[in-house]
């Protein structure tokens, strides 16, 4: 567990997540994750259906020493007794499966629940359910119908404005990249969470400050946004 700044203020900040997995075969996650951090992400989710609990264990406990110096959030996916064991800080739920009433039960006083959304119907679910902390939005691209993702944006944005303290954070996900991102934005999303834009790029901590310099600009060209800030460091 890891304590700082707290963990609901960091998560209302956080404007960039990014879900990777062991980098078993590259063999440089603690590495990987440091640049990442270094860039602007602010919380790495782990899912890597390949790796058993040991090593998955193994590896979260190497994004966690390695997010300490930028106070980083590191996220177990899925697995409530992985989650249990590693004393998480955030667990990410799929949109099936475990309630997030029973993933409480496994996780410290002070964890947080995320839970994905890919329907307007689990977004809706997710805002009620109060033992979700916040949401993935998506896939925005690469769904079976076109631009269906960014109504589905759309939707969460008029549901859950980003710049309503009222409401909780969500990241919009799914195979958002520099090239998309602006798009994703205009859809009215302020966080976004990514994979192969940085995970495959040649330079991960140049792919994430680029990423991170396009939402930040977005979110402070917000008033709103802006306001959001200041209302979270009091909290």
Not at 60 to 65: G, Q, S, V
Not at 84 to 98: I, Q, V
Not at 116 to 144: K, M
Not at 191 to 199: E, F, G, K, L, P
Request: aromatic share 6%; with cysteine; charged share 25%.
């Amino acid at each position: 567990m890891t304590a700082l700044l707290g963990l609901s203020t960091r998560l209302g900040l956080a404007r960039l997540l990014l879900i990777t997995g062991a980098r078993a075969d590259e063999g440089d996650l603690s590495e990987f994750v440091d640049a990442c951090f270094s860039g602007g992400v602010d919380l790495i989710q782990l899912r890597d259906p390949s790796a058993d609990q040991a090593r998955l264990l193994e590896a979260l406990r190497t994004m966690r020493r390695a997010s300490y110096r930028y106070q980083g959030l590191v996220s177990a996916y899925k697995s409530v007794e992985l989650a249990e064991e590693f004393e998480a800080d955030l667990l990410h739920l799929p949109e099936r499966g475990e309630s997030p009433a029973a993933a409480r039960g496994h996780l410290h006083r002070w964890a947080l629940i995320g839970r994905s959304c890919h329907t307007n119907e689990q977004v809706d679910a997710a805002l009620a359910d109060p033992e979700v902390n916040y949401l993935t939005v998506g896939p925005v691209f690469g769904g079976l119908t076109p631009d269906a993702g960014l109504e589905l944006v759309r939707y969460a944005t008029r549901v859950a404005p980003p710049g309503d303290p009222d409401s909780k954070p969500w990241f919009a996900v799914g195979g958002i990249t520099a090239a998309t991102l602006d798009r994703v934005l205009d859809a009215g999303a302020k966080r976004i969470a990514v994979s192969r834009a940085i995970t495959a790029a040649a330079d991960p901590e140049a792919a994430a400050i680029a990423l991170k310099d396009r939402v930040r600009q977005a979110w402070n060209a917000d008033p709103a946004m802006q306001s959001l800030t200041f209302q979270v460091f009091r909290h």
